[in-house]
C-alpha cells in the first residue's frame, strides 16, 4: 500500500486514508503520508516516461488505491520555453507551463478534480460538491457530468459570466451564494459536517490537493529530469504553491533527482493578498482580509494553506509579492503578445509579479524559471474587454483595405 | 443567551448536539462557560497559552472574529456562533 495514513500536519495524530480533513484533537489539516521506501523501489524515470501522456504517469506519487476512473487525461500539459517574454523581462531561460489548455475545462483544476473524484468513487461517494471561485466548479460539473455523479457546486454571486456558464451547461446544481468565496467556503464547511457527500475541497481535500503536485512532477520531467532555479506561483489559498514544494522534494526523496535548488515565489492580487503582505512583513501567520480584485480566482482572504505557503517559501529561501489590478491586465495582455497564450487574470497575476521580481533582483538572468499559468483568458474576458482596442472595420472591396492600410496596389510594407 | 454551533468534532462532548445556549458577554467567556458545562472544551479549541488554536475560526453572526475583536469580541443576547475548524478550501 503505498498510502500509509492520514497525518495531522501540526500535532502527527494519525487516522485512516478515509473521507477526513481535520484533526480531532487539535485541527490542524491532514495530509497523506506515504509509504515512500515502496514507491521509491518501483518509480523511475523509464517508467514514468513509458506511462500515459497524462499526469497519471505519476500515479505511484498520487493518494489513490487503484488507477484513475475520473479524469483520464488531465495534466501533462506544454512547457513552453519563453523566448520572446524571456527576452523582453532579461531572462535567458524562461518558462511557461500552460495550464490554460488542461483537459477538460482548461484550468489546473482538472489535475486535482481528476484526483478528488477518483478517490471520491473508491471511498463509495455517489454525490460530489464544491466550493469554488469558478475553475474548480467547473471542473467539478464537467467530471461529473463524465462519471454520472450528483453534483452541487457552490460559487460566490459575483462570478464572471463563463465561468458561471461554465458550470450550467453540464447540468450540475449550481448554486450562487451572496456573499464572497470565504462566506461560501464556511457555509460549505458547515454543510459538509451535516450530509454524505465528497465535498473535494472540504473533506476530500487531503487527496485533492495532492493533484498539484503533478505541477511540479511535469515540471521536472520537461525540463529534463532537473528542478528549476525559480518558480513563481499564483496564490489563493496557498495550496498549489505549498504541493509544488512537496512535490519538487517527493521527487528527490523517491530517487528522482538529487538536489531541488529551487526558490518557490508567490504571486497576490493587491487586493487580496494576505500571504503576501505576512511574508513581506516577515511574519509567519496571516491576517484574513477581505477581497477587492478582479483576479476572482485567487480572491480568498481567509486562506486555508496560507500558514504551510509563508513556511515552504522561506524554507526555499523565496519571495512573495502582490500586484495591481492594471498589473495584472499588463501583465495577460504581455504574455498573449509575447507568447501566443491567453491567460485569466490568475496569470496577470503571476506575470505581474514575475516582472517585480526579475526587477528587484529576486530572480536573476541566468535563473532556470517557471511561471504557472494556471486557467484561461477565455474565461476571464470581462477583465481585458475594455482595454485591447476593436476590430478596424472596412467595406468589402480592396479599394477599403488598401486606403485603410495605406497601402499601394501591390502592396508593400504593414499599416 | 448566545446560540453556539458545535462542529462535529467537538459533538463527542456535546452528547452529539448540534447547537447549544450558552452565557457569556465576550468569546473568552463564552468559551470558559462552554468549558464549565461541557468539560474538554476548552482544550480542545485553545492552545497551551489559552490562545485559540490556529486552524479554529469563529465567526459571530457569520463575521470572522479577527476582523472583530478575536477573543475580546462582544456578545449579546441573541448573537448566533459558529465554530468551524480548519477552514479548507481553495
Known sequence: MKMKALVCRECGKEYPTTAIHVCEMCFGPLEVKYNYEEIRASISRKKIEQGPHSMWRYVDLLPIEGSATVGPHAGFTPMVRARNLGAYLGLDELYIKNDTVNHPTLSFKDRVVAVALTRARELGFETVACASTGNLANSVAAHAAASNMKCYVFIPGDLEAAKVLGNLIYRPNVVEVEGNYDDVNRLCSEIAAEHRWAFVNINIRPYYAEGSKTLAFETVEQLGWRAPDQVVVPMASGSLLTKIWKGLNEMRTVGLIDHVPTKLNGAQAEGCSPIATAHKAGRDFFKPVKPKTIAKSLAIGNPADGYYALKATAESKGAMDAVTDEEVVEGIKLLAQTEGIFAETAGGVTIGVLRKLVKQGAIRKGDVTVAYITGNGLKTQEAVIDSVGRPVRIQPSLLSFQQTFKMGQHGGGDA | ?90
Not at chain 2, 447547537?19 to 467567556?29: A, D, N, P, R, W
Request: charged fraction near 30%.
Open chain 2, 1 to 90: 443567551m448566545i446560540k453556539v454551533r458545535i462542529p462535529t468534532p467537538l459533538r463527542t462532548l456535546t452528547k452529539g448536539q448540534g447547537e447549544l445556549e450558552v452565557k457569556g458577554t465576550s468569546i473568552g467567556e463564552m468559551i470558559d462557560n462552554l468549558n464549565a458545562s461541557h468539560p474538554g472544551m476548552k482544550d480542545r479549541l485553545c492552545d497551551e497559552k489559552g490562545e485559540l488554536r490556529r486552524f479554529v475560526n469563529v465567526y459571530v453572526n457569520e463575521e470572522d472574529i479577527r476582523f472583530l475583536n478575536g477573543k475580546d469580541t462582544a456578545l449579546k443576547d441573541g448573537d448566533e456562533v459558529s465554530i468551524v475548524p480548519a477552514i479548507a478550501g481553495g
